[in-house]
């Protein structure tokens, strides 16, 4: 299995424009996580799926991110327009079931730098 | 609503000593706890959880933890740490009601030979 693919690995943008955050769960996996990562705030849940339905997306931080989940197999963030302070990693991740029960995989991340 | 803490930013050991990471938690009822590590550039990993049953969990690379309700505690031992054990640790609570997996801030092991 090739886990949990995020693309790109690095994104470098400036101010204003629009980004695109890409993720493949593992295959089977009916939950789908995205998380931010930065030093002030550590780990932050923007958003979660089960089954393509995002469940709770109480920790998107703004109008300007959005997440979507048109089949089981692919999820997007965006953010429009970028600033400054999203810049973060941005973790993905899947699991088969109930969190309680099945552990979170996780994506290697997208470095994103916003100038 | 679930949250969870950990006191510790930094540390530093050396090689062969003893390891204990602090996780301090807050939810009204029993909460499903977990331990990560992240090494650099990559994703998290889970080191092991807690949910139910036997308090002290044993998990992957020689780690364990103990669920302590009275302290609302889940600290990470290891006996004798190893120099590929520095990494970052997060601990992460869960609750029933929901799938929102919480994670601490973390800690930063760094290992000396």
């Known amino acids: 299995d090739a886990g949990v693919i995020q693309s790109p690995r690095h994104e470098v943008t400036e101010m204003g424009q629009e980004v695109t955050l890409r993720c493949k769960p593992i295959s089977g996996h009916d939950y789908l996580f995205w998380y931010r990562q930065t030093m002030m705030r550590g780990l932050e849940l923007l958003i979660y799926?089960?089954?393509?339905?995002?469940?709770?997306d109480s920790g998107m931080p703004e109008d300007r991110f959005s997440a979507k989940m048109p089949n089981a197999s692919f999820s997007t963030l965006k953010i429009q327009p970028s600033e400054p302070r999203d810049s973060a990693v941005y973790f993905c991740?899947?699991?088969?079931?109930?969190?309680?029960?099945?552990?979170?995989?996780f994506g290697n991340g997208t470095r994103l730098t916003v100038t | 609503a679930q949250s969870v803490t950990q006191p510790d930013i930094h540390i530093t050991v050396s090689e062969g000593a003893s390891l204990e990471l602090r996780c301090n938690y807050s939810?009204?009822?029993?909460?499903?706890l977990f331990w990560y590590v992240q090494s650099p550039g990559q994703g998290l990993q889970l080191l092991l959880k807690y949910f139910s049953g036997d308090t002290l969990v044993q998990g992957i690379k020689g780690f364990e933890a103990e669920f302590k309700r009275s302290q609302s505690s889940f600290n990470l031992r290891k006996p004798s740490v190893h120099w590929s054990d520095a990494a970052e640790y997060f601990c992460?609570?869960?609750?029933?009601?929901?799938?929102?997996?919480?994670f601490g801030t973390g800690t930063r092991l760094q290992v000396f030979p």
């Open positions: 939810y009204g009822a029993t909460p499903y």
């Open positions: 991740a899947s699991t088969p079931g109930r969190t309680y029960n099945s552990p979170l995989h």
């Open positions: 992460a609570v869960g609750a029933g009601n929901t799938d929102k997996l919480i």
């Open positions: 799926f089960n089954n393509n339905v995002p469940i709770d």
